[in-house]
Structure formats: structure tokens, C-alpha cells
């Protein structure tokens, strides 16, 4: 908005210069001309009935009136240019309202994408610790009559089975390969479900408890890890091969760890391929190059995310459980494909009613 100083017309004129203007009705009497306001406003202060809406001195037949007319200028009064608009006290309360705003969602935006950062040293590293007796025996005890109410769970994908491929067994038993990483959440899902399937096979020992990748997605899935870990049973052998590190600063930050034998690496590649994987990914579990794990066989960041190792175990004694489901459901199901291999030994695990059941949904019976 352009600024009209205080006394000026419309051609820029100091407002007592008068105009060389066609000739007006204006009386002979010598009466100071009324200054013009800024471009487009009539010169009386409210607009008087009459006017044209245009200033003094304009083109003729412009309709201005004299002394005498309901709408005359009246003598010696100075109608000053309207001063410079400003804001109101409210308006300003307003915007200083919208810039603080601004500002926090500014520092908000900062911190969710600098939280993602690779790098965040603010986060502290997964550590092992040894797996206390107590948290074991709850996720290993879980008592038959969950097994059997829970089935095959809720929200569970079955494995995959294969047939007419040749046996894989080591030390005389059929051999069950694992291929994990210590960053991987969905290998910390699988986790929990492996120690409790093979519990009822036989008996661990060296179990360390840790957390996934802090930085991955989910991130900080609470589980266990195979490093150091042993199952002692008559009916199986267990290979665990934690491939890769947890990663150590940041995403990605993560080590080799414990290597695969040839064998082991042509295992893993072969069957990916024939299971119609676009590459090899963790899990890996290969029962006796029968059954496979390929992928999380449920969904760790809606049922386990945010939860700790005990908080976790401590839910396993409630069939309905959201966790519950999960995990022995998904325990279930690799139980019946160890069945599988030890033609359903022991007994009273193969015939369980959850495990049978499993092992229909897979036609394994």
C-alpha cells in the first residue's frame, strides 16, 4: 500500500496550490480551497449525499456543489490524507502465536529425522549378558494345556515344506540349521519361539539375553542369542550360525561374526532359490531340508515391540495373549516339523493336541 503524505492531492501539489481547473459554481467569495485526500476518495469526511467520488478540481460536469449545497466543503477545514494502516495489538498477539509454532514444529521435524540418523551416538550399543534361570524355565515351561489351546496361533505363517530332497541330519540325528544375525528383529522374534519348540526335545544351556539393532526397524526387539548356546537332545542336533554382529554406532554398523562352511552357505543359497527368494535373508531355519523358515513367522513391532525380556516371558502364561498366540503358535509349528523328522518322537510332545494341529495346517499328518 503506497503511503500518501499528510496535505498532498492527486498530482503531488502542495494542498494549498490551487488547480488551473475548467470553471466550478464556486462562489466569488474567498474561501480557502479544501485539500484533496489520496486518489479515488471524495473530499467531504463522510461522503455527503450528492458527491460524485471525485476530488475538487476534477473534470467538469463533475457535480460539486457551493456554500450553499447540502454537500459544500465546509471553510477553513483541513482534510488530512488517512494515516499509514497498522496492525492491531491482536493481530500482532497472533502472529507472534503462528511464529512460535513455526518454531517448535521446526525443532520437531530436527529431532524425528535426526533420531533416524545412522550415526546416533546418543543410542547406546546391544550388550550380551547371560540369560537368568528364571527367565529360561518361563519361556520353556509354558504348560501343555496353553500348547493345546493355542494351535496354530493368531497372525502366524506357517513354514514351508518340501519334498523328495535329501535328508540333512548330523551326529546320527536329523540336524535343524539355523542362519540368523544378531541385528536382525525378526530373527529376535524367532528366537522365542525356537527355545521353547526345541525345549520339548531336549535342554539348553548358554542362552545370553540381548536386543536387536537399536537402529533397525522394529528397532530394540528383546531376545535371546545362539552364540554360546547348546541344546542337548536324543531326538535332534541344532546348528546355530549367528552370521552377523548387532550393529555397534549406527544402521549398518554391523560385523561378520561366526562364519557358514560351504555347506552350509549352498544350503542357504539352493533352497532360497527354490523357494522363490530373491537372495538369501534372515532366518534361515532348514529342518532336515524338509521344513523352512524363510522370514518372520509373525510380526515383532505389533506384538513384541517395547517389551522386555520378562515382560515377554511373563505373558506366555495367558493363552489369549496377543504374545502368547505369537510365539507358541508359532512354536507349535516347529515342533510338528521336528515331529517330522524324528518319525513323532517323544510321544507325548508329536501328539499333543496344538502340535497335531500344526501339523495338519502343514500336511505333515
Known amino acids: 500500500m503506497s503511503q500518501v503524505k499528510p496535505g498532498g492531492g492527486e498530482s503531488g501539489r502542495p494542498g494549498n496550490q490551487p488547480r488551473k481547473a475548467a470553471p466550478t459554481r464556486r ?5 480557502p480551497a479544501a485539500k484533496t485526500t489520496a486518489k479515488g476518495r471524495p473530499p467531504t469526511a463522510g461522503g455527503a449525499k450528492g458527491g460524485s467520488g471525485r476530488p475538487p478540481g476534477g473534470p467538469k460536469g463533475a457535480g460539486q456543489r457551493g456554500p450553499s449545497g447540502k454537500g459544500a466543503a465546509r471553510p477553513n477545514k483541513t482534510i488530512a490524507a488517512r494515516p499509514p494502516q497498522r496492525f492491531s495489538p491482536s493481530t500482532m498477539a497472533f502472529v507472534a502465536v503462528g511464529l512460535v509454532v513455526v518454531i517448535i514444529l521446526v525443532f520437531v521435524v530436527i529431532k524425528i529425522t535426526g533420531g533416524s540418523s545412522k550415526n546416533n551416538t546418543n543410542t547406546a550399543a546391544p550388550t550380551l549378558s547371560p540369560a537368568p534361570a528364571s527367565l529360561v524355565g518361563e519361556v ?6 496353553i500348547v493345546n489351546t493355542v494351535g496354530t496361533g493368531s497372525g502366524v505363517i506357517a513354514p514351508t515344506v518340501l519334498s523328495g530332497q535329501p535328508a540333512l541330519t548330523s551326529g546320527g540325528h536329523p540336524e535343524v540349521l539355523f542362519i540368523g544375525a544378531e541385528f536382525c528383529p525378526y530373527c529376535a522374534a524367532e ?3 525356537m527355545i521353547n519348540a526345541f525345549s520339548r526335545f531336549g535342554t539348553w544351556s548358554g542362552l545370553n539375553e540381548t536386543t536387536s539393532s537399536p537402529w533397525d526397524s522394529p528397532p530394540a526387539i528383546s531376545t535371546f542369542s545362539f552364540v554360546d548356546a547348546k541344546l542337548s537332545s536324543q531326538y535332534l542336533t541344532f546348528v546355530p550360525v549367528e552370521h ?4 555397534t ?5 554391523r560385523k561378520a561374526l561366526e562364519p557358514l562352511t560351504t555347506a552350509q552357505g549352498n544350503l542357504w543359497t539352493n533352497y532360497s532359490s527354490k523357494l522363490g527368494l530373491q537372495g538369501t535373508g534372515y532366518p534361515f531355519v532348514d529342518f532336515g531340508n524338509k521344513v523352512f523358515v524363510t522370514g518372520p513367522s509373525y510380526n515383532p513391532a505389533t506384538i513384541l515391540a517395547g517389551l522386555s525380556q520378562n515382560e515377554i ?4 502364561a495367558n493363552a489369549s495373549d496377543p504374545v502368547t498366540q505369537a510365539i507358541v503358535g508359532t512354536a507349535n509349528y516347529l515342533t510338528a516339523a521336528v515331529c517330522s523328522l524324528t518319525h513323532d518322537q517323544p510321544a507325548a510332545v508329536c501328539s499333543a493336541a496344538g502340535v497335531k494341529k500344526a501339523a495338519g495346517a502343514m500336511n505333515l499328518s
Open 249 to 253: 554406532s549406527g544402521l549398518d554398523t
Open 191 to 193: 528366537r522365542w519361539a
Open 27 to 31: 462562489p466569488a467569495a474567498k474561501t
Open 244 to 247: 552377523e554382529t548387532n550393529d
Open 313 to 316: 516371558a511373563g505373558k506366555l
Open 140 to 145: 520353556t515351561g509354558v504348560p501343555a494345556s
